[in-house]
């Protein structure tokens, strides 16, 4: 492993972190919007996972401004959410608490990015990367609205797992 001794290194290692988890995320999204049974939870997924690929591009443009190829660090924290979403894809669930769940998980990786595209864009800008900042600012940006947009239909489905009519 190479030494990080500026923060030059640790950005260049949090964004092939973040790399690998957006790559992996464009092959677990799939899999969670199949098991989504609320329509607008499958169309929440799908527009994120668009999102996400274009995420993958921009991480790869960010690379490219740093002079440095494209390649992903094993992202170990995004895995062992993905492996928390496919456990709960497992259990014997009613509808709207199998949405619930699947809302949740996708909810801990959208803040877990939000950490990591935050403390990314702050380096970029110490670094003075402008345009690196402001395309992380972007990604951000769209980590959290994909956040709000969850939190928006868990406020209707959690209401349903709750065994609540609206």
């Known amino acids: 492993m190479a030494k990080m001794s500026t923060l030059q290194h640790l950005f260049l290692h949090e964004l092939a972190d973040l790399y690998d988890a957006e790559q992996r995320l464009t092959k677990a999204l799939p899999e969670m919007q199949q098991n989504a049974t609320s329509t607008e939870l499958k169309q929440a997924l799908q527009s994120h996972l668009s999102e996400t690929e274009t995420h ?40 709207p608490v199998h949405d619930a769940g699947l809302i949740a998980s996708a909810q801990k990786v959208e803040h877990y990015e939000i950490a990591g595209y935050g403390t990314l864009r702050t380096w970029a800008d110490l670094l003075g990367r402008k345009e690196a900042a402001q395309l992380l600012e972007f990604t951000l940006d769209e980590e959290k609205q994909a956040d709000q947009k969850l939190t928006e239909i868990a406020r209707r489905l959690n209401l349903r797992a709750a065994g609540v009519r609206a």
């Open 56 to 95: 993958v591009t921009r991480l790869e443009q960010i690379f490219g401004i740093f002079g440095k190829e494209a390649k992903g660090e094993t992202c170990e924290g995004i895995k062992g959410l993905i492996e928390e979403a496919k456990d709960l894809l497992d259990e014997d669930a009613e509808d």
